[in-house]
């Protein structure tokens, strides 16, 4: 099963605007990470964020967790048409093993 | 470095037949996994493996075996494929390092299984 879910399942946007893709799962995590597929290619992974953090940046990206909520959110500002791409998150458990878990993605579509 | 290499990059298979798909990292990275991906889904993991001699099952292990005999190389093998497991594969691995839960990505093998 789907450990995450993302909202919305598809955006289109203008280049300059910003993105905003949504994330929730099911179980407690040790942490959850955010990764990017351009299209036919493999997985890139872009940024990590821990149960204990709350917020992170990287560059042009913002990534949210609310534990409480069991959700996470990640910005992309000022949106470039080489942004186009799908966007996963993935949690790993608190317990067990390493390994990750998928939601079913975002796709982006960045209009030039 | 390579990364984590796949081979062979698309493969068309009738049902019942076996093949072994590659995956090689020269990161020394301890942790490799293989995921599937559907159409429009995310990925599911298949099995795992946290070193040389040690593997496990993920979500969706039926129907594949692994070996990891070295630290390099994760094959995965489909034993007598079915239509169900067309698919796109994905090998990845990482490593206990600073970034102990970062996954480095293959860029995938795309089955067909008629």
């Known amino acids: 099963s789907q450990q995450g879910e993302e909202d919305p399942q598809a955006l289109s946007i203008q280049e300059g605007e910003n993105a905003t893709m949504n994330c929730s799962y099911k179980t407690s995590i040790n942490n959850l990470q955010w990764y990017r597929q351009n299209s036919g290619r493999g997985l890139v992974h872009l940024i990590l964020i821990r149960s204990n953090e709350r917020e992170k940046h990287s560059g042009r990206l913002r990534v949210t967790l609310d534990t409480s909520k069991k959700s996470s959110s990640l910005l992309i500002t000022a949106s470039r048409a080489a942004d186009t791409a799908s966007y996963f998150c993935?949690?790993?458990?608190?317990?067990?093993?390493?390994?990750?878990?998928f939601g079913s993605g975002t796709r982006l579509q960045v209009q030039p | 470095n390579a990364g984590v290499t796949q081979t062979p990059k698309f493969q068309v298979l009738k049902t019942g037949q076996s093949m072994t798909l590659q995956c090689a990292q020269d990161m020394n990275h301890e942790y490799m996994s293989w995921y599937r991906q559907d159409p429009g889904m995310g990925l599911r993991l298949i099995h795992y493996?946290?070193?040389?001699?040690?593997?496990d099952q993920g979500e969706v292990p039926n129907g594949y075996n692994v070996s990891r005999s070295t630290t390099e190389d994760f094959p995965l093998r489909l034993l007598s494929a079915a239509p169900s497991q067309t698919s796109v594969y994905f090998c990845a691995s990482s490593s206990s390092g600073t970034a102990p839960d970062t996954q480095y990505f293959g860029p995938g093998t795309r089955l067909t299984v008629l």
């Open positions: 993935a949690t790993r458990r608190d317990t067990g093993r390493r390994a990750l878990t």
């Open positions: 493996s946290v070193g040389a001699g040690i593997t």
